[in-house]
């Protein structure tokens, strides 16, 4: 290629600019708009409101996630008041339009950022925007994949296009391999606890090297998920052979000589030699460990045998903000983390739903029991992967041990469905927000990976899954 | 969706000096109720500003319910304002209840995209200058205001001392007019219909339409 050598989200970029708008906004096309009741009916609702027309409707898919009961034998009915009118409003909006909607009952539908990936609605090198600001999870598999507002979304709809600030761009690369028993979500919080809940903002952040070549895509998901904890604009990986394996057949992307002419064009799909970064940043995976949140803000992560640390150990933090996240979580420093009884337990959300979070942490509570007195819920991040565990029996295992087994959906990652874990109660969550009152009011959140979660619920205490992993 | 045109407003500020404010906390969940853009100011900062939750007895000790605020137009916050959730609520709920600009040490991007298009400026400035504005305010709330002008892209400081800030042309001019930025994109209706159009031969698996025949 000639020119400067530009990096993957610059070439992204370039492709889908339609005008320059001033020094620093684009107006750009955007290949795929992704809506779901909470954030996407009000917006769908604006459109038909303000007398306008979906540009082209088969670009739109939604779903519903955010506010549906998860609990089974469920209806429109939500334990949050007024959530149906949230579903109803977006279903007759979907209908109303054309657009393909992945209902309540459909064997299709779930948490949005699973369901696009599974179904191959994101694909490498597309603009893929949604109201909701995990995103840029679908950044790994190559796509330019950003959160908006709804107006944003209501935009784009109207126009096939938004007006977008170009981010910076960043590149982490992270070296060597995850050791035993940590994961995608240890890295993760990691870095967070490493560059600050602010990080990454304005940028975008492009992972890369020998820890992200091995990861499979489900990892890859979960990472690119949790850059949103970073305020990244957005996260992506340059799509390679296992990217392409995976999209393969899925029921919306291209097949045939489409295809072919797809994946040729996606092999080019990476930063040239000499690309030159906003910032760059290097870390090991090998230093990684497996990593629990202690306070309110995803920044405030510490390794699994480390203690709750003082002002001193926090430079992330002010005062004001060590000492509000230790009140509200009930902890003083030099506390050891591991050991921390907790009330409740959860699996699931966009972090980690998938099916190979839900088989890894299955394999922890094999022929266990979840500790008395710990409320433990799994809830599969869509209706196939729900199909797909208990195909594979990992429903039993879950229900086996103690856990309550779902129907697909955001549930208690926070409270958008009304259900909670209770006032002041101590959860070990694998989802991506500790924030105050995230999980229900006044509900204590510790952010961690799926198998931290399931050692937790064994043990009833804050626990070292490497104890348990088989 | 437009805000109001804003040029200049020198308001009554509310000093709320803490990092990583979410969105979360801005608007909790629970008063997201119906699928509508207004009837959110209540909710703001709800967890904070009452003292039950879902209920609405104020909380004395949290700044918004100070009496010597009433009115404020202005927030002043730390870094990295608006993280968390994408909810436009966040900015309908700040816009709703009178605030029409937020001068903090760094935005997320969402938020301050969605702050912008509801006519609510983002306005960065380092910390000492926001701690300085902050302390000058606190001595007397409801004469010590601080103005901000757009156009001349400043802050003026109750002692009169100015701070530049800086904002993009187009988020300025959207802002300074408050214009529908929906309207103004359909005007390049053609320019999009022929970028589509040759972007549809060179990346025909791109439009699903084409990827099913």
Known sequence: MRGHPKTLFEKIWAAHRIAALDSATDLIAIDRILLHERTGGIALRGIAESGRKVLDTTQVFATMDHVVDTRPGRTDATLMESGREFITATREAAHATGIRLFDLGDPAQGIVHVISPERGIVLPGLTLVCPDSHTGTQGALGALAWGIGSTEAEHALATGALRARKPKTMRISISGRLAFGVTAKDLALALIGRLGAGGASGHIIEFAGEAIESLDIEARLTLCNMATELSAFSAIIAPDARALDYLWGKPHAPSG?????????????????????????????????????????????????????????????????????????????????????????????????????????????????????????????STPVKHQAEAEGLDRIFREAGFEWRESGCSMCFFSGGESFGTRQRVISSTNRNFESRQGPQTRTHLASPETVAASAIAGCIADPRRFVP | ??????????????????????????????????????????????????????????????????????????????????????????????????????????????????????????????????????????????????????????????????????????PREMLLEGLDIIDLTLKRRAEIASFRSSDRQARPWAYPEAAKS
């Open chain 1, 257 to 381: 000589a489409l295809w072919d002419s797809a994946a040729a064009y996606w092999n080019t799909l990476k930063s040239d030699e000499g690309a030159v970064f906003d910032m760059n940043l290097n870390f090991d995976a090998c230093e990684v460990s497996p990593m629990v949140t202690w306070g309110t803000s995803p920044q405030q992560a510490i390794s699994i045998d480390a203690h709750v640390p003082d002002l001193m150990a926090s430079p992330r933090d002010t005062d004001e903000s060590h000492a509000r996240a230790l009140t509200y979580m009930d902890l003083s420093p030099g506390t050891k983390i591991a050991g921390l009884p907790i009330g409740a337990a959860f699996i699931g959300s966009c972090t980690n739903s998938r099916i190979s979070d839900l088989r890894r942490a299955a394999a922890i509570l094999s022929g266990r029991k979840v500790a008395e007195g710990v409320k433990a819920i799994c809830v599969p991040g």
């Open chain 2, 1 to 170: 969706m437009s805000g109001r045109p804003f040029t200049t407003l020198t308001a009554v500020a509310l000093p709320l000096l803490r990092d990583n404010v979410n969105t979360d906390a801005i608007i909790p969940s629970r008063e997201m109720k119906h699928v509508s853009r207004r009837g959110l100011a209540d909710g703001l900062f709800a967890d904070w500003r009452y003292t039950a939750v879902g209920g609405r007895e104020a909380d004395p000790s949290f700044v918004l319910n100070d009496p010597r605020y009433a009115g404020c137009a202005i927030l002043l916050t730390g870094s990295n304002f608006g993280c968390g959730s994408s909810r436009e609520h966040a900015a309908w709920a700040l816009a709703e209840y009178g605030f029409r600009a937020i001068v903090a040490e760094g935005f997320n991007p969402i938020f301050r995209g969605n702050a912008i298009l509801n006519g609510v400026v983002p306005i960065v400035l380092a910390r000492a200058q926001i701690e300085t504005l902050a302390a000058q305010v606190a001595a007397d709330p409801v004469r010590q205001r601080v103005t901000v002008d757009l156009r001349a892209m400043q802050v003026t400081a109750p002692d009169s001392a100015t701070m530049a800030f800086t904002l993009d042309a187009e």
